[in-house]
């Protein structure tokens, strides 16, 4: 009998940790969908231009070429600008040449990647340094480098 109780008690709280395990999960996901829509809704509007100081200009760039541009640069051998002109059409593949980033869109996927896309960790690319290259991506259209 008291086996019995002890039993059901058990049983129940493994029922209330399941549950609340599965809310959690639950939670998670729309917590990240929520996020994933905000970064879409984001892009989706084409945001003001602010101008940026010839510094942040520079040191954006600097840190695109760094850690982007094996994969985001002009031309359909580089993947991320392969993947995407296949999202987004012709001439709208390669980073520099968007009108329509913004720095949150630019966090969500550097944070957490896609795909071939790496997430890149803060010890990779600091938030300091994540500020200034969404700023510069979001200033995009860059003019392209002049031809070597
Ligand atoms: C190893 C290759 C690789 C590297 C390195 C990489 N990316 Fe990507 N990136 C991709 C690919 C591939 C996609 C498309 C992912 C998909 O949608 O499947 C992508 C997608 C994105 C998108 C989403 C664009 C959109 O409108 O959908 C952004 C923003 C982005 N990358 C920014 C960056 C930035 C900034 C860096 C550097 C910090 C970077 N990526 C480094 C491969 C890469």
């Known amino acids: 009998m008291k086996a019995r109780l ?3 008690i058990i049983v ?3 029922t209330l940790a399941s549950v609340l395990v599965s809310a959690a999960v639950a939670l998670g996901i729309v917590g990240a969908g929520e996020t994933a ?3 879409d809704a984001a892009a989706a509007s084409t945001p003001a231009k602010v101008a940026l100081s ?3 200009l520079a040191k954006g760039s ?3 070429v760094k850690n ?6 002009r031309g359909m051998e580089h993947p991320g ?3 995407l002109t296949y999202l987004y059409g012709k001439d709208k593949g390669a980073l520099e040449d968007r009108d329509n980033l913004t720095p949150d869109f630019v966090r969500f996927f550097v944070r957490n990647g896609r795909g071939l896309m790496p997430a890149f960790r803060t010890g990779e690319l600091n938030d300091a340094e994540l500020k200034v290259l969404a700023e510069y991506l979001s200033a995009s259209p860059h003019p392209a480098a002049p031809a070597k």
Do not use: K, Q, V
């Open 6 to 8: 002890m039993n059901e």
């Open 12 to 14: 129940g709280r493994r």
């Open 37 to 39: 829509f905000a970064a």
């Open 54 to 56: 010839p510094e942040t």
């Open 62 to 64: 600097e840190l695109f």
């Open 68 to 73: 982007c541009i094996m994969c985001h640069d």
């Open 81 to 83: 600008t392969a993947a």
